[in-house]
């Protein structure tokens, strides 16, 4: 059974930061990539950030020079780095993973979803 683990949301002023991490725990065989997707109330949920075993990241027009993606593949963690935080950045912020998992029929990844964390920019 694989699993994402989502922390380090909460209340912050417009300006401020937070830094969110997903830990990926459970029989894994490899992980293809990791990201971030948020949801605010009313709207779909969209990507944030992603990045791939080798390193490769991308964003999402509103947010690069803000937040920073990274990644401990010791730890089977991706970390986002949040600053300049705006209130149009108040979502539900899900860590996302393509992983294939150790017990995977031919080696097919499997896309998983932590439990959201929330994250609310507010004066």
């Known amino acids: 059974q694989v699993q994402l683990v989502e922390s380090g949301g909460g209340l912050v002023q417009p300006g401020g930061s937070l830094r969110l991490s997903c830990a990926a725990s459970?029989?894994?065989?490899?992980?293809?990539?990791m990201g971030w997707y948020r949801q605010a109330p009313g709207k779909q949920r969209e990507l944030v950030a992603t990045i791939t075993s080798g390193g490769s990241t991308n964003y999402a027009d509103s947010v690069p020079g803000r937040f920073t993606i990274s990644r401990d593949n010791t730890k089977n963690t991706v970390y986002l780095q949040m600053n300049s935080l705006k209130p149009e950045d108040t979502a539900v912020y899900y860590c996302n993973a393509e992983i294939v998992p150790r017990s995977s029929s031919w080696y097919r990844p499997i896309t998983y979803w932590g439990q959201g964390t929330q994250v609310t920019v507010s004066s």
């Open positions: 459970g029989t894994i065989f490899s992980i293809n990539a």
